[in-house]
Nanobody, 121 residues
């Protein structure tokens, strides 16, 4: 079992930055794929970024967001720059029991409780 706890969300103005953290317990992260998803009100949960030995991003965040991991701290981060109002959502950390990354939410086995990110215009 893997427990995931997100933090770092909040209210920021358009053009600003936030860094989300996802602290994991129950299993080392260095041999599993990790990802961030987000869900805006009234919309389906969507892929944002994923990482194993490489990273992958949704087109909507490429060049603005960066995913990274610190295996010593068992933590994954999402650095979000140049934020836009359309980035407003609850952001979820996810982990899967395999090393291959995926942009499909049904491939992930564990989820955090989510952290709210609100970008004002």
């Amino acid at each position: 079992q893997v427990q995931l706890v997100e933090s770092g969300g909040g209210l920021v103005q358009a053009g600003g930055s936030l860094r989300l953290s996802c602290a994991a317990s129950g299993r080392a992260l260095d041999n599993i794929a990790m990802a961030w998803f987000r869900q805006a009100p009234g919309k389906e949960r969507e892929f944002v970024a994923a990482i194993n030995w490489r990273d992958n991003y949704a087109d909507s965040v490429k060049g603005r967001f960066s995913i990274s991991r610190d295996n010593a701290k068992n933590t994954v981060y999402l650095q979000m720059n140049s934020l836009k109002p359309e980035d407003t959502a609850v952001y979820y950390c996810a982990a899967r029991n395999r090393y291959q990354i995926s942009s499909s939410l049904d491939r992930y086995d564990y989820w955090g409780q989510g952290t709210q990110v609100t970008v004002s215009s």
